[in-house]
């Protein structure tokens, strides 16, 4: 079995215009490809890829959320100093393996965010065991996590930055609410009925 690190030496940086106000920071969208040769040589076929995803769905359906690290180590083990982030959602989309990961506030996860507020671009690269044939084609794929890297070997495995915060959502009143959520306008207008109903009646 071969330790299979899916990432390519690092190359001019992709910078991109970066703004965050506060809150959580996620990466979301293509984790894995499958039935592509990636820039190792590599190809994965779709079965491989979609039994992956489904170990960590299941891990995850358990709450056992998959710490990845930034950059691959030389091993299997994850080292929790290294951890930067946690995969928290993964599934299959076609021939790709599409995921959401948390960037957490460790000293890696951290360095990530620091990053991606400078504007540079990261990507996601897998890391496991598996056998290559001579074609190039993985085997026997064991998957072990997705590491965050600058240079991911699938050519689309730059997933979006994602800004989330439970504080940023406004509560509006329902005057102000009436003005744009047709919700609100349905709900008004039955209450006013209803009060109008009630004052005839007396």
Known sequence: MLLLKEYLDPTVANLTES???GGDLYL?????????????????????IARAVQECQDKISKGQYIMGELNHPDSLS?????????ITEIRMDGNNAIG?????NTPAG???????????RL??????????????????????????VSTPSAPDAFPNVVAEA????????????????????KFFAAE??????AITKK
Do not use: C, W
């Open 28 to 48: 979301s969208g293509i984790m894995m490809q499958a039935a592509l040769r990636n820039g190792n040589g590599r190809v994965y076929p779709v079965n491989e």
């Open 78 to 86: 994850i080292n929790l100093q290294n951890v930067s982030h946690a």
């Open 19 to 21: 703004k965050r106000v």
């Open 166 to 185: 439970m504080g940023s959502k406004k509560i509006m009143t329902l005057a102000e609410a009436v003005v744009h959520d047709p919700k609100a306008q």
């Open 100 to 104: 959401k990961m948390k960037l957490l």
């Open 110 to 120: 951290n360095i990530a965010k620091g990053i991606i507020e400078g504007g540079v």
């Open 123 to 148: 990507g996601v690269s897998s890391r496991g065991t598996g056998n290559v044939n001579e074609g190039g084609e993985v085997g026997d794929f064991a998957f072990v996590t997705m590491d965050i």
């Open 192 to 197: 006013i009925k209803s009060l109008i109903a």
